[in-house]
């Protein structure tokens, strides 16, 4: 079947389309109820069905004869380890944890909370929850202790898994002072520790709640696959917010498998045994759906990486990984390439390593701009494939259907809407626009299977947040158009938009512009408070290693390139050169804070920042260039 067809089914008929892929995932017991609701009138899906998360990543391979395939690699260039895991070894930790946890009082229903580095461990914690139906929720390493400490008291873990430290390329960061520190502030206190200690010289002071994670592994017996409703919350994982308290997306179990090995085989087209790679953390939603239960549900190889796309040790790291463990297919957000780029901007190190085994490139997390798409494409002649998607939806909403049908790529589009996805463009007054016409990206309901079951204890949120401000559609925050083919052209976050003396003006367009200039490697246009025009664009852009440009000349040539493409109401006339651009840990440009700076507006730093100290680099150079509240 090709794409025009599957997705025309997906829409006419969900209930008949969704419980054919049920089919695909082994359930204890077969769902009769597709298609219901909850008492509060939302969708749910496949209510009476039951199964385990855990028994379809790993036990049903072995049952299969797969025993013995790779599972996991670990590879970790800051502690220079490479270690693999198979489907047998991963199954009989996870389940020995599991069973130590059981007989530290935890039990289906519970919650815990998963505060871990980039180690097979956090993957291994993920699985055992999801073997005895405690809930589990991942909260990004390396979070300060006010951050973990919110989120104690909201989900109210029975425990907390932790590690003695992480690594941030040359600094060891000792995580078990942190954990302590967010207890002692939460109101909520977690029964027990369990700390990994992973002995790399970080202080690990011990507490009366700690159970060490080795010793409760090896002394315990194998706990077996509980069944679950499939409506029982796998895990809650709070969006990082910029603003107001952090929101506990719940992800169901039954909807979230069937969804995954869905998307593994059409989107992906990853075929059970291939190697798959996703570069990200389990931190984050990425890490959940396409790190641990993606690619192990659908059997294959998954890579847990504990390191960055440069300097460990250099811009290299990505295509020697590809070429070690036969890499597949990869996804990475674009920032990682952007910084690559930025680094080997020619592309040298990429001639130095046998790419063959790369079939497909994905990319999300953030818009990736048509410069980063080309650079890649010239270097490496493998599909590039943009796609989107949210925390909330857990897997891809529009992408190119890899598994179905490759269509042609549209450079600055991110694709077609996934099956399942009835995607509408529409008006401030919910009427729906026309072609190549911007406006809010809204979902009709029902969405499909694995999407976010409610927040969590905050059901006024929920509804007030994503379905109040269009009833009968998913609010998704976004703004976009559909061009003439339907391809879906996402241009950012709603408050991403300017106005302009009265034009509405897309940043996310400006930004593409921008990007497009040699000299730029990456690039965030925001707007800033202007007297006359309410608003006017500001492009702060970082340079390419090794280029030698003037700033008056790149901002002479930049303005040009807006002017020509947009027109003069763009109004772009400030462009300031930054060492880097702020962003949370996950790559995304934090373009709200960089507004609230330049407009001398109170802002709080995130508690998802990569680094605290680029908001005082980024001041110094609105001084400079006495732009915004800083011109005086």
Same mark, same amino acid.
């Given at each position: ?8 089914? $997906? ?34 899906? &496949? ?57 530290? /009082? ?41 951050? !973990? ?22 600094? !060891? ?35 009366? &709640? ?11 017996? #194998? ?13 809650? !994982? &709070? ?118 085994? !790369? ?31 949210? =925390? ?22 991110? /694709? ?6 009835? @995607? ?18 809204? @979902? ?5 299977? /694995? =999407? ?15 379905? #109040? ?39 996310? #367009?400006?930004?593409? @512009?921008?990007?497009?200039?040699? $000299? ?97 680099? @980024? ?14």
């Amino acid at each position: 079947m090709n794409y025009k067809d599957t997705y025309a089914a $997906s829409t006419e008929n969900p209930e008949a389309f969704w419980k054919k892929q049920a089919g695909s995932i082994d359930w204890f017991i077969q769902p009769e109820s597709i298609l219901s609701s909850d008492e509060n009138g939302y969708p749910l899906w &496949y209510k009476d069905g039951e199964l385990n998360v855990c028994y379809l990543a790993l036990d049903k391979h072995i049952e299969d004869g797969f025993g013995d395939q790779v599972a996991v690699i670990y590879d970790s260039p800051v502690t220079q380890t490479i270690k693999k895991y198979t489907f047998l070894e991963v199954k009989t930790e996870v389940a020995k944890l599991a069973g130590g946890m059981q007989s530290l /009082g935890l039990k289906k229903g519970d919650t815990a909370v998963i505060y871990m580095p980039m180690i097979p461990q956090a993957a291994f914690a993920m699985l055992a929850c999801a073997r005895i139906g405690v809930t589990h929720s991942v909260v990004f390493g390396g979070f300060a202790p006010h951050e !973990l400490a919110i989120r104690i008291d909201d989900c109210k873990p029975r425990a907390i898994i932790t590690a003695s430290s992480g690594i941030e390329i040359d600094r !060891l960061i000792a995580y078990k002072p942190l954990v302590d520190e967010a207890i002692q502030l939460a109101e909520h206190k977690p029964k027990k520790v369990i700390i990994l200690n992973r002995k790399l010289g970080a202080k690990v002071p011990f507490k009366k &709640y700690d159970v060490d994670y080795d010793a409760l592994v090896y002394g315990s017996e #194998e706990a077996d696959c509980v069944p679950l409703n499939a409506t029982h919350p796998l895990y809650v !994982l &709070y969006t990082s917010g910029t603003t107001g308290k952090p929101k506990g997306i719940v992800r169901d179990s039954g909807g979230y498998a069937t969804a995954l090995k869905y998307s593994m085989q059409n989107v992906y087209n990853a075929k059970p045994g291939e190697v798959f790679w996703a570069a990200s953390d389990v931190g984050w939603v990425v890490g959940h759906s396409y790190i641990v239960y993606g690619p192990l549900i659908n059997r294959n190889t998954t890579i847990i990486f504990e390191g960055k796309p440069i300097k460990t040790p250099d811009a290299s790291t990505f295509w020697r990984m590809i070429e070690e463990h036969k890499v597949s297919v990869m996804f990475t957000a674009p920032t990682a390439i952007r910084a690559i780029k930025k680094e080997d901007p020619n592309g040298e190190f990429i001639k130095k390593h046998d790419l063959s085994s !790369l079939k497909i490139q994905f990319l999300a997390g953030e818009r990736c701009d048509v410069a980063t798409l080309e650079w890649y494409q010239e270097h490496i002649p493998v599909p590039a494939i943009d796609h989107w998607w949210q =925390t909330e939806t857990g897997w891809p909403i529009v992408a190119n259907m890899m598994g179905i049908e490759y269509l042609p790529i549209k450079p600055g589009s991110v /694709g077609k809407a996934v099956p399942g996805f009835d @995607i509408r463009i529409f008006s401030e007054n919910g009427t729906e626009v026309g072609p190549n016409e911007e406006g809010y990206v809204v @979902i009709k309901l029902p969405l499909p299977p /694995g =999407t976010l079951l409610d927040l969590w204890k905050d059901n006024p949120r929920f509804k007030a947040g994503y379905l #109040e401000k269009f009833p009968g559609y998913y609010f998704s925050g976004d703004g976009g158009f559909k061009d003439d083919d339907d391809y879906i052209f996402i241009t950012g976050r709603v408050d991403d938009v300017i106005n302009v003396a009265g034009h509405r003006l897309s940043t996310a #367009e400006m930004e593409e @512009i921008v990007a497009s200039h040699s $000299s730029v490697a990456e690039c965030a246009v925001i707007g800033i408070h202007d007297e006359l025009k309410g608003q006017t664009p500001l492009a702060l852009v970082v340079i390419k290693h090794g280029e030698d440009i003037e700033h008056f000349q790149l901002e002479q040539e930049i303005v040009k390139l807006v002017r020509q493409q947009i027109g003069a109401v763009a109004s772009l006339r400030n462009v300031v050169i930054v060492n880097r651009l702020p962003k949370t840990r996950s790559g995304k440009i934090l373009r709200k804070l960089m507004r609230s700076i330049t407009d001398g507006e109170d802002f709080q730093i995130p508690s998802t920042i990569d680094d605290e100290a680029i908001v005082g680099e @980024i001041i110094e150079v609105l001084k400079k260039y006495k732009i915004g509240s800083y011109s005086k």
